[in-house]
């Protein structure tokens, strides 16, 4: 699979944020892992390391969608 340097950073940067909640032992949750990219995103200084923890962001949230989806659906199912 070929992943260009952007998606990578975004990659590096969503580990770097899962582990600054496991080193400051706050839960680690979806919610949790947005609200860290938050702040590093407030803290980011370059316009390249902006753009992928947003798009860290998007992926946290596009996860989420997909895991209520599974949620409904298992619910769905388990009523037949």
Known sequence: MYRSDEEKLTDVVIGEAVLTLLKSDSPVSSTALIAQLEVMAAAA??????????????????????????????????KI
């Open 45 to 78: 200084e370059d316009a390249k390391m902006v753009r992928a923890i947003k798009s860290a962001v998007t992926e946290v949230r596009k996860g989420m969608a997909a895991a209520s989806k599974r949620s409904k659906l298992d619910f769905l199912i388990g």
